[in-house]
Antibody
């Protein structure tokens, strides 16, 4: 069965960096686009970033563009999110999610990892 | 930037039908997807491509999309359906994904 397990979250000061990981199993990781989606406490879902199955194209929400970098290692079935210049408003639960086969919706989600940006 | 508008809350008695709307400019020309999120849990896909259901999702969940409004319909509502529901579309021009603000379904 498809499993997505996030790690790397925690408490970090504003302006610092953090790297999230998402370990994938139960499917051919290298065949699927992958996303990061976040949810601030008590708020709605916000799409963050997408990376194509082969890593050749990446897309970002305006709120994180230039600060966050999505990447993947298909040899290790792992997705990453490098978060730099963190702001208090980046505090959220971060989910990795698999792109649907035709690339329109999220068909599987991880359980999420909490990132808290606080001084 | 494409905006999706959902009502903040919908309330319904058990056994009745709940309808949750998602408004957007000419949304009928896009494929709309719906997610259910219960407290403390990750979202779960309940309807994709306007009206298709993933395996394991009850037939009570259905969707429609036309004009400027997409609708998630939950028939014979149960207490276990109480959750937040989000609509989502794919903005093909940017390859970005967009979510509605979410609707809290309360079962009275």
């Amino acid at each position: 069965q498809v499993q997505l397990v996030e790690s790397g979250g925690g408490v970090v000061q504003p302006g610092r960096s953090l790297r999230l990981s998402c370990a994938a199993s139960g499917f051919t990781f290298s065949s699927y686009g992958m996303h990061w989606v976040r949810q601030a406490p008590g708020k709605g879902l916000e799409w963050v970033a997408l990376i194509w199955y082969d890593g050749k194209k990446k897309y970002y929400a305006d709120s994180v563009k230039g600060r966050f970098t999505i990447s993947r290692d298909n040899s290790k079935n792992t997705l990453f999110l490098q978060m730099n210049s963190l702001r208090i408003e980046d505090t959220a639960m971060y989910y990795c999610a698999r792109d649907s086969p035709r690339g329109s919706y999220f068909d599987y989600w991880g359980q999420g990892i909490l990132v808290t940006v606080s001084s | 930037s494409y905006v999706l508008t959902q009502p903040p809350s919908v309330s319904v008695a058990p056994g009745q039908t709940a309808r949750i709307t998602c408004g957007g400019n000419n949304i009928g020309s896009k494929s709309v997807h719906w997610y259910q999120q219960k407290p403390g849990q990750a979202p779960v896909l309940v309807v994709y491509d306007d009206s298709d259901r993933p395996s394991g999702i009850p037939e009570r969940f259905s969707g429609s999309n036309s004009g400027y409004t997409a609708t998630l319909t939950i028939s014979r509502v149960e207490a276990g359906d109480e959750a937040d529901y989000y609509c989502q579309v794919w903005d093909s021009s940017s390859d970005h994904r967009k979510f509605g603000g979410g609707t809290k379904l309360t079962v009275l």
